[in-house]
Nanobody, 115 residues
Framework: QVQLVESGGGLVQPGGSLRLSCAASGSLWSINAMGWFRQTPGKQREMVAKITSSGNTVYLDSVKGRFTVSRDNAKHTVYLQMNSLRPEDTAVYYC?????????WGQGTQVTVSS
């Protein structure tokens, strides 16, 4: 089993920045990739950014150049640095861990971009 705990969400003005953190614990050897998804009411959860165990990254088109995903293997933590935030980035952000057998999810953290 893997446990994921997010932190760092909150309210920010348009153009501002936030950094989300996801601390992982448990059977980390089984995890191949980690990333961030987001969801708004009435919409499907969408992948925002992903980073593999080898450090390769993938981003949602609308966040390229604004968001950066990174990982600190020593701290078992994945980060999402979000800059130039827009109102349409408002969502609940979920940390995701992918193993060969299943996905793991954190509890989610709210990000609200509003003036």
């Amino acid at each position: 089993q893997v446990q994921l705990v997010e932190s760092g969400g909150g309210l920010v003005q348009p153009g501002g920045s936030l950094r989300l953190s996801c601390a992982a614990s448990g059977s980390l050897w089984s995890i191949n990739a980690m990333g961030w998804f987001r969801q708004t009411p009435g919409k499907q959860r969408e992948m925002v950014a992903k980073i593999t165990s080898s450090g390769n990254t993938v981003y949602l088109d609308s966040v390229k150049g604004r968001f950066t995903v990174s990982r600190d293997n020593a701290k078992h933590t994945v980060y999402l640095q979000m800059n130039s935030l827009r109102p349409e980035d408002t969502a609940v952000y979920y940390c995701n861990g992918v193993s060969t057998t299943r996905d793991y999810w954190g509890q989610g953290t709210q990000v609200t971009v509003s003036s």
